[in-house]
């Protein structure tokens, strides 16, 4: 089981630290993604973590913006959210890769990889 939380309202340029905790599975076996759905567009993915935390993918309209991170003693996933733009705005998502692929590889990142939800949390940035 995936949750998201940490969502809520937050003024353009500020910040936002969004948690994903897991439970139920082994947590540190799995890369996490990090995907987003805006009211009337498809759903993005955004970032994405390996199993080790030793490798990332940032789509470009977050690049240098958010950064991603995990505790795998606490099965948790980070995602550091940065100089937040009104267009950020959506409902946040975290999902594992599909097949416990230990060395999946996040530079390599492809959304269809991903495929066990949790419940998102909504981030609105609006002044």
């Known amino acids: 089981q995936l949750q998201a939380s940490g969502g809520g309202l937050v003024q353009p340029g500020r910040s936002l630290r969004l948690s994903c905790a897991a439970s139920g599975f082994a947590f540190d076996d799995y890369a996490l993604g990090w995907f987003r759905q805006a009211p009337g567009k498809e759903r993005e993915g955004v970032s994405c973590?390996?199993?080790?935390?030793?490798?990332?993918y940032y789509a470009d309209s977050v690049k240098d913006r958010f950064t991603i991170s995990r505790d795998n003693a606490n099965n948790t996933v980070y995602p550091q959210m940065n100089s937040l733009k009104p267009e950020d705005t959506a409902v946040y998502y975290c999902?594992?890769?599909?097949?416990?692929?230990?060395?999946?590889?996040?530079?390599?990142?492809?959304?269809?990889?991903?495929?066990?939800w949790g419940q998102g949390t909504l981030v609105t940035v609006s002044s």
């Open positions: 999902a594992t890769e599909r097949s416990g692929n230990y060395y999946y590889t996040c530079s390599l990142f492809s959304a269809p990889d991903f495929g066990f």
């Open positions: 973590i390996s199993s080790s935390g030793g490798d990332t």
